[in-house]
C-alpha cells in the first residue's frame, strides 16, 4: 500500500505521470543528433524559466549542492573574498563549502527565520572600497525555515553600494515555483535542480551563468573537471557531453519545461501561492507559529511549522510516516526538533494538500498537542473554495 | 495536473505501482510455457479469493458484464426459469441480460438501499415444488446503491426449500473486497472483474463454476463460443487459451493475488471496512443519510449517499470533476439525481479517503448544501486515527 | 534475460515504446468527459484505417474472437445460410462459430495454403437465385497460413451475381499492416483485434459496421449483450460505454491511430512489404517454400514455412524459445507439424527482422537440417540494403 | 519506430525491462527509513560485485568522470605524484584531470590497442626509492581501443618493487561485465558507474574505497565538497545522504546487483566473453583487424574495429544510424575515423548481437567495403550455436 499516499517533503517533490514517462526512456546514442533534440530544447526552456534571455545553461549529472560547487569552482580563485548571510540550513552549507574549497567568506549571522539582509549586506559592501568581495550568495528560498528572501533587494544592495561583485543565487527550492527573475535582478549564477519546481527525479544540477559570470570563468584558479563549465559548453555545441549524460532526466526536463510553460510561469507562481496560503490558514487555525518571522517572508514552497516549548517535532514526522504512511520534513540544525516541514512544491493540488493536513491534525492529535480536527483542514478548504481557477 | 487525485468512483479503481508494472509488461509467447508460469499461479490465486477448494476459474479477456453472460450461456437452455430479485442498477442488468438471452426470469421487486430478500427467495422456491427455477442469481454489493446482501442467508432460502437451483452470484463490487465464501455459501457461479478489488485496469472476467455449474455445461445449449468455458479449459491444460489472452493483465492478476493474500484475506476486509466506516462516520456528521435502508446492509465498498429532497446529486460529481479535478460516482436509474457515490474500494489509504471526503465537503458548501466544512473529515479522523493498524 | 530478443510471433507483436506508455495509465473515470476525449479520436481514427466515411466503429474489451461473435450475432438469426470457405485454422474457427450459433454454413473447402475461391463464391451465388445466403465471410489474411486473399475479387464475385448479401471479413492479421478498403471494396463487417497491425497488447476487439450491416442490427435475433452494438453505438454519444470500457487500451489505440496516420498507411503498408519480402528471400535462399501456394496470395504479415517431408516443424519453435529466447509460431490444425510461421508485422524493423533470420537459420542447422548459416539472412540484408527509405 | 533496435554503444547498454521499472519509481522520502532499505542492500550488491570484503563503496549522483573526481580529491592532495599510462582517450582523461587538479603525473606513453605496460610501471616504481609516487593509475579497460589490461600484473609491479603507492583502477566499462578482483588485486579506489555492466541509466558514480585509500582521506587537502567521501559515509550510518540522493537509481542498482549475483558473476563473465566471441569471428571472417593487438589485451565488452587505410571509419556510425536507426561507436582521438566500436555489455543476447552485425555488414557494404554480406553473420552463429548456454 506504500506509494499511494502523496508526499510532503519539500522536494524531491510528487512526480506528474507524463514526466515519469519521459524520464524513463530507452536507451539513445547520447552522441548522435536525437540526443541534441532533447539536449537543445531542454536548455532553452530552462532559461525561459530562469526569465534570462543572456544566461548561458549547464546540466550536470548531479544535484542542486554539485551546483553550488559549479558555481564557486568555475568563477573563484583560492582566498577569494564572499560576502554571504547564514540563516538556515542550506545557506550555512553553502558557506561551509566555500570555506573548504579555500574561499575567505564574511559570514553575516542572521536569525533563522528571518530573510538575507539586504541592509547589512548594503553596508558591507559600500564599506568595501577595495572590492575585495567577488561574490555575494543569496539562498532565495531557505528550505530549511520556510523563508524566501528579496533577491531584488539584494541587487539594490549591490547597485546603491556601487560594488562589482557578482550575485550567485540558490534557487533549488524556489525556481520553477516562486518568480525568479535572473535578468531583472542581474544573478550572475542560479543554481537549482531536477527534483524541486521541475518536478523530476533528483539527478541535475542546473546553473545559469551570466556573461559577468562567464568572463570570470578565465581567471578562476580552483581544480575543477566535473563541474567545468567550459568542457561543458564545447560539448553542447556538438549536442554532446564530456561524459555520460543523464539522457532520461534531460527528456524529463525538457518535458517539464514544457508543462511550466504550458501552464504559464505566473500561472504556476499563482498555484503556489494558493496551496501555500492555504497551508498557512491551517497553520494559523491551529494555532501555530510559522518559523518564518513575517509574512513577507513566508515561503510559497515550504512552511517550517514551530511546535509548542518541550515539545520534540520531530515526532510528527516519525509519526506520520510509521501510522499513517505520510512523508514531513524533520527541522534541521538550530530548528531541530521546534518545527516540522510541509512541503508543499511540485505537482500538487489542493485536494492532495488537504490530506497532507488532515494527517497533521491526526498526528498532533495522537502525540497529545492541544489542535481540534478538522479544524486546519475547514480553514484551508475555505480558502482553497473560494479561490480556485 | 490531471491524474494526480485519486478518484473515487466505486471501480475501476485506484492502482498500486506494482500492479500497474506488472500489466505492462512486453510481449511473450502466449503460447509458451512462459504464459503457463503467469496463467496457473493466477488462477489459483483466484480460488483462494474465492475462498473455494473446488471451483474451476476461468478468466476471459472482457469485464464482469461478460462474466454474466459467461455464466447463463454456459448453463442454461432458451426458456430455462430464473428467480432474481431488483434492487438496484446492476441486479437490473442481469435481469435484462437473462430475458435477452431468452430466459424466464421471475423477478421480486425489491426497494433500491434494500438487500436480497431471502425470506422472499424461500417462500418462491419452496413454492416451485417442479424445481423449475433452474437459477437463482444474486448480486451480492449493490454498486448502484451501495448495499451488501446476505449471500448466506440466500444459500440458507435454497437449503431450507430443498431446492436444487444453482446459485449464481455477482460479486463484481465484493470480490477481494468484502468476505465472500465461495464454498461456505454454496455459490455455483461466482462472477466478478479485474477492475474493483483486484486493483487492475478493466479487461478481465473472472468467473469461478462449482462441480455442478460444470455438470451443467453438458446439457446448456444457449448459444455460445467466445464465453464458453469448454473451450477455455481445455486450452488451460496446455498452457493455452482458444483465442488470444490479455497476457498482461494475467500477468497483474496473479501479482494482485500475491499482494492480497500477502496481506491476508482478513486484513483486506478489515481495511476496506474502516475506510468505509470512516466515509459513513463523514455521512452521518454531514447529516446526510446513505440509501442503504440499515447498518446490516452497508456495503464497504462504496457508499450511496441520499441528497436533500429537491437538490440534483449529479451536480456535485460534475462540479467536483469540474472544479477539483475529483471524480465520484453519479446515481443511477431510480436513484440518479438522489445519490452520489463514493467509491472507497480498491487500493485506498485513510490519507486518501479524507482528500475525499474534504472534497465532497468543499463540493456541498460550494453548491449550497448546509454542510459545515471538515466536520466530516473530522469525524473521519476520529474514527480513523483510533482505528488504524 | 528474457524481454530482449523481439517475437516473431504472428500476432500479439512487438510494441513501441509510446504505445506501451500510453496504455499505461492511472485510473479515470470512464463517465467522464477526459474519457470521450479518448474514445471518440479512437474511433475516428480506426475509420481511417479502415478507409472508411460511413462505418460505424465499435471496440469491446474482448478479441478478434468476439469481434467475430459480435458481427454474426448482431445482424443474423437462427438458421440464417452463410457462405465461407476454409483455407486455414482461423477461416475454420469462424465457420465453427457459425455453427454453434445455429447458422447454416455452406462451406467451400479450400486448399490450405489457397486464397480465398472467388470465382466459386461467384457461381454458388449466382445459383442462389432465391438469395438465402445471408452473408459471405471471408478471412483477408490466414494466419495459419501466410495467404492473403483479394477481398476486391470476393467483391466482384458478389456483384457479379447481382447478390445482396452483407460481406465480412476477417481483417484480424491484416488490418493496419496490409491495405484495406472497407467502402471501396463494399466490406459490410470489419473484424480486427488491438494485437496486430495496431501493436497494441490483446484486449479490444474493433469492428467496423457499414450503414447495410447496421440496418441488419432491427432484424437479427440471435441472442446477444456482451457484444451487442446498439448498446455499444447509445453509450458513445454520451461519451460511456454500457459496461467498464479498458481505457488504457482505448488510449493506446487512439495514439497507435495517430501513429500509423503519422506515417502514412501507404507507407506503413510498404514498410510491411519490404520486411516480408526480405523474409521470402531469406526463405528462397534456404531452399525451402512458403504454404503459400503462389507470390500473390502470399501474406506481408506472416510467413509459414514448409519443413522437408518427416521433419517435424514444431521443433524449431521449441527449440528456438528453449535455447534462444526467440518466439516463432508453430503450425496449427492441418499444416501443424509441416510449417513454422515468422510473424512480420507490427512494431518491426529490418534490423529486427534479420536477428529473426539469423536464429531461424542456427536453429535448423541444430537440428539437422542441411541450411547454410548465413544464407538466408545474405539474402535478405541485400534485399534491405538496396530498397531501404 | 526508433527505440525498437538495440543499441551497440559501449555504454549506456540496453536496459532489461525489470531494471527500468526498478528505476522508475513513484517519490519515497530519502531521509526515512524505507530509504535505508534501497541503499544498504545496493552498497553490499556492489561490494560483491568488487569481490571486496573489506572496500567502503560510495555512490554519488553523478557519473564515472565524478568517480575519477573523488578517487582523487579524497586521497591526494597539490602537488602529489602519481604514475599512470596514456593507451587510449579514457586514460589520456583521467591524466587530464590529476593534471588540472595540481597533480603531477609521470605519463608512460603506451601505444593505443596496447594493454598497461605492468614491466614499465615495475621498473619506475622500483626506481622510485623514496616512494614519491602516492598513486598508481590504472584503466581496466580502455573503451576506446578495446582494450583489457592485466590489473594483477600491475599489482605485481607494485608488488615487486615493494612500493606503498596506491593502485586506483578505472572500472568503467569492465565492472559487472569481466572479472575483476578489488581485494585480490589490491586495488585501493575501484571507480565505475551505473550505465555499464549494471545496465542502468546514466547517473551514478560508483566506487569502493580500500582500508589503505581511507586512511589517505585524513591526509589528503585537495578541495573537495560534493564528492567528499567523508560526509557521504557519515550519512549512510543514519539511511542519508549530505544532498539528495538518485533514489530511483539506487533503487535500480540494488535490483542490477541482484540479478547479476543471481545470474552468478562468472556465468555473467562468460556470458560477455561468449558475445564477444562472436563478434571477434565475424571481424576476422569480414577480414577487418581489432585495434586491440593481441588477443590476451581483447576487451569482452567493447570491439574497435580498424576499417582500410583510407577509409573514414565514423562514416559507419553515421550511416548505420541514418539509415538503419542503429548505434555503433566512432573512433575517439588518436583513433578517430580510423576504428567503429561495436559495445557489447550489459544487457545483451546472442540473438540482439547477430542483428547488430548483420547491420555493420549491410553499412560496410554500402560504404562499399570489400564486405561479403552475411560472413560475420555466419561466423558468429556457428559460434553461438556451439557455445550457447
Given at each position: 500500500m506504500s506509494f499511494q499516499n502523496p508526499v510532503f517533503i519539500p522536494g524531491p517533490t510528487n512526480m506528474p505521470e507524463s514526466l515519469r514517462k519521459a524520464v524513463d526512456m530507452p536507451t539513445l546514442d547520447h552522441r548522435s543528433p536525437l540526443f541534441g533534440q532533447i539536449l537543445h530544447p531542454a536548455l532553452d526552456g530552462v532559461k525561459k524559466v530562469l526569465k534570462s534571455e543572456t544566461a548561458k545553461i549547464f546540466i550536470f549529472p548531479s544535484t542542486g549542492t554539485g551546483g553550488w560547487e559549479t558555481a564557486l569552482t568555475n568563477t573563484l580563485s583560492s582566498g577569494d573574498k564572499i560576502l554571504a548571510a547564514r540563516n538556515g540550513m542550506f545557506s550555512h552549507r553553502w558557506i561551509d563549502m566555500c570555506q573548504r574549497h579555500g574561499l575567505d567568506v564574511q559570514v553575516v549571522e542572521?536569525?533563522?527565520?528571518?530573510?538575507?539582509?539586504?541592509?547589512?549586506?548594503?553596508?558591507?559592501?559600500?564599506?568595501?572600497?577595495?572590492?575585495e568581495i567577488k561574490v555575494v550568495l543569496a539562498t532565495h528560498n531557505e528550505t530549511a525555515t520556510g523563508v524566501r528572501s528579496d533577491i531584488g533587494a539584494v541587487r539594490k544592495a549591490l547597485d546603491s553600494a556601487g560594488h562589482p561583485a557578482m550575485l550567485f543565487v540558490d534557487g533549488v527550492s524556489s525556481i520553477a515555483s516562486m518568480d525568479f527573475r535572473m535578468d531583472e535582478w542581474g544573478v550572475d549564477v542560479a543554481v537549482t535542480g531536477s527534483q524541486k519546481g521541475f518536478m523530476l527525479p533528483a539527478g541535475l544540477a542546473i546553473v545559469g551563468f551570466s556573461p559577468k559570470a562567464m568572463d570570470a570563468l578565465e581567471t578562476a584558479t580552483l581544480p575543477r573537471t566535473f563541474f567545468d563549465v567550459r568542457d561543458m559548453g564545447k560539448g553542447y555545441a556538438n549536442n554532446a557531453y564530456p561524459y555520460t549524460p543523464a539522457v532520461g532526466l534531460l527528456n524529463g526536463l525538457n518535458e517539464a519545461c514544457r508543462m511550466l510553460l504550458d501552464e504559464g510561469l505566473e500561472n504556476v507562481f499563482a498555484r503556489h501561492h494558493r496551496i501555500a496560503e492555504g497551508?498557512?490558514?491551517?497553520?494559523?487555525?491551529?494555532?501555530?507559529?510559522?518559523?518564518?518571522?513575517?509574512?513577507?517572508?513566508?515561503?510559497?514552497?515550504?512552511?517550517a511549522i514551530r511546535t509548542p516549548e518541550g515539545?520534540?517535532?520531530?515526532?510528527?514526522?516519525?509519526?506520520?510516516?510509521?501510522?499513517?504512511?505520510?512523508?514531513?520534513?524533520?527541522?534541521?540544525?538550530?530548528?531541530?526538533?521546534?518545527v516540522f516541514r510541509i512541503g508543499h512544491l511540485g505537482s500538487l493540488t489542493d485536494v492532495m494538500t488537504l490530506s497532507g493536513l488532515a494527517t497533521a491534525e491526526m498526528v498532533m492529535v495522537d502525540l497529545g498537542l492541544d489542535i481540534k480536527l478538522g479544524s486546519g483542514v475547514a480553514a484551508a478548504q475555505e480558502y482553497y473554495r473560494n479561490n480556485a481557477v
Open positions: 542572521t536569525p533563522w527565520g528571518a530573510g538575507l539582509p539586504a541592509d547589512k549586506y548594503e553596508e558591507i559592501l559600500k564599506a568595501d572600497t577595495n572590492h497551508v498557512r490558514q491551517a497553520v494559523s487555525a491551529w494555532g501555530l507559529e510559522l518559523c518564518a518571522v513575517s509574512p513577507d517572508v513566508q515561503s510559497d514552497t515550504v512552511s515539545f520534540n517535532a520531530t515526532d510528527i514526522v516519525t509519526h506520520a510516516a510509521n501510522k499513517y504512511g505520510v512523508a514531513f520534513g524533520v527541522g534541521l540544525g538550530e530548528v531541530a526538533g521546534k
